[in-house]
Nanobody
Framework: QVQLEESGGGSVRPGGSLRLSCVAT????????MGWFRQAPGQERESILC????????YYADSVKGRFTMSQDSDKNTMYLRMNNLQPEDTGVYYC????????????????WGQGTQVTVSS
């Protein structure tokens, strides 16, 4: 059974940093497209960073370029999101997502989701 569990959210001041983790169970990361998504209050969930090992394609939302990076540790079957220079507009619930490579349309997954972790940026 595919499961994703995010952690690492919290409250920070503008300019601060956080690292989110997403532990995957029931599947191996290299066979799945993985991504991080964000849902701000009153808005739809949006893709912010995605990676598909099928073709090595990456997606970065313009709003996070130069500030957020994603990485994976295959030994731990864990994906990370490093967020630097956080701003109030980064506030939201952050989700990790996964989808088998052969089913992905584009780069970002749209199948399995974690429960989300809250990130709040305010002074």
């Amino acid at each position: 059974q595919v499961q994703l569990e995010e952690s690492g959210g919290g409250s920070v001041r503008p300019g601060g940093s956080l690292r989110l983790s997403c532990v995957a169970t029931g599947f191996a990361l290299p066979y799945y497209a993985m991504g991080w998504f964000r849902q701000a209050p009153g808005q739809e969930r949006e893709s912010i960073l995605c990676f598909s090992s099928n073709d090595g394609s990456k997606y970065y939302a313009d709003s996070v370029k130069g500030r957020f990076t994603m990485s994976q540790d295959s030994d731990k079957n864990t994906m990370y999101l490093r967020m630097n220079n956080l701003q109030p507009e980064d506030t939201g619930v952050y989700y990790c997502g996964a989808e088998r490579i052969e089913y992905v349309i584009g780069t970002c997954p749209n199948d399995w989701w974690g429960q989300g972790t809250q990130v709040t940026v305010s002074s």
